[in-house]
């Protein structure tokens, strides 16, 4: 069978690969920490779960409209502005299957052949992939322990070029948990001012904050990039609704009934039990989602991750090959595994074996790592 070429450039997620990974782990009778799904460790709100099983009752098991039902995109509104202190309207937000399908859309309504498309890394693995399907290049912007694993302005600078399209910006950042300061971000918003670059703003781990109450943003910094930006968000993470699928942008009207229209020839609208349960379990609208500042949830092991990064002598990769194979840290005692013979960056899954139990019950001695 011959297949199309496009998909002989990118390959399955690795994610699932570790995920197999774990299982098999788990079978031997080893805890694990999963770190392949971002998935947070607690289960759906149960006033969201209720919501859900009153839309069925009341019959919403019909399509809605493509990018969302009114009610919807009105939480998502309230959400924005309650939140992020960011003013949209109805036209300027879309809902999706979930925030990867978000930015699978996105990506496909921007890019064209050849566009550059600027990813610091380490970075969530599947956003290579899906760049290059929809013909985009992507460009790595190596971090380090001495940033933070964030860009700097003028690192973003030096980085931008005539085929220079996006910046994806990702903060709090999976894998690193990463999230840049007010500052940081000025300092990269002054570049962006001074370029062509459009920005998507991967904020679907805006509420997994170790210190701070709240995660600054690019836009309420600098509102008058607006015409430039794409937010994408999800309830995915914030409120545990991994499985759900629903995802969300806020952008420039353009972009965004682009985004519809190309939806409107894949999935049409987005799962109607999870729209409305996003909204009369107030997923979307109210629920103040959750915070982690100490060992809480698996989430805040990202902490330890950098650490990790930082502390094993492996973490200069080059950006032709990296590469890491199981990685055992020795200071931690955690081994960390990492799908093999990626030509990218891929995904960890963290292994504790006799020590998960210890870390999410944020016992003196897993903090003291
Ligand atoms: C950085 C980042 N963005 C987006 C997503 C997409 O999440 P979902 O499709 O569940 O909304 C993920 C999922 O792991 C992620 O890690």
């Known amino acids: 069978m011959n297949l199309a070429k496009r998909l002989q450039l990118i390959k399955p997620s690795p994610t699932l690969m570790v995920t197999a990974q774990v299982a098999a782990l788990r079978r031997q009778g080893i805890e694990v920490i999963d770190f392949g799904a971002g998935e947070p460790d607690f289960d759906t709100p149960e006033h969201i779960k209720a919501a859900a099983v009153t839309a069925l009752r009341q019959g919403k098991t019909k399509y809605t409209s493509v990018g969302g039902t009114a009610e919807l995109k009105e939480a998502i509104i309230t959400k924005l502005h309650r939140d992020n202190g960011l003013t949209y309207g109805l036209q300027e937000v879309t809902a999706n299957c979930g ?16 566009d550059e498309v600027l990813i610091p890394a380490p ?13 985009g290049q992507p460009k790595l912007l190596l971090t380090s322990e001495e940033t933070g694993f964030k860009i700097t302005a003028a690192q973003l600078r030096a980085a931008i070029g005539p085929q220079s399209k996006a910046l994806l910006l990702n903060s709090p950042s999976n894998p690193t948990g990463a999230a840049y300061s007010e500052e940081e971000l000025r300092q990269i918003a002054e570049v962006i001012e001074q370029s062509t670059l459009l920005v998507i703003s991967d904020d679907v781990y805006e509420k997994f904050l170790y210190d701070s109450p709240r995660c600054a943003h690019l836009l309420a910094l600098k509102p008058h990039l607006r015409d430039r930006v794409l937010i994408v968000n999800s309830v995915s993470k914030t409120y545990a609704m991994t499985g759900w699928r629903l995802g969300y942008a806020a952008g420039p009207r353009e972009v965004i009934a682009a985004i519809e229209t190309l939806q409107s020839q894949s999935t049409s609208n987005p799962n109607s039990i999870a729209q409305a349960a996003a909204v009369v379990g107030r997923g979307c609208g109210r629920c103040q989602g959750f915070s982690a500042r100490c060992p809480k949830a698996r989430f805040t092991c990202f902490r330890v991750c950098r650490r990790t990064l930082a502390a094993d002598g492996r973490t200069k990769p080059s950006q032709r090959r990296w590469t890491f194979h199981s990685i055992c840290c020795k200071r931690l005692r955690w081994r960390w595994w990492l799908a093999k013979g990626s030509a990218r960056p891929t995904t960890y899954a963290f292994l504790t074996p006799r020590r998960c139990r210890t870390w999410s019950r944020g016992s003196t001695r897993s903090r003291r790592h």
């Not at 925030?99 to 050849?114: E, I, V």
């Open 99 to 114: 925030g990867k399908h978000t930015l699978f859309n996105a990506f496909h309504a921007l890019f064209d052949k050849g």
């Open 123 to 135: 970075y969530w693995v599947s956003y290579s992939d899906m760049v290059i399907l929809a013909g």
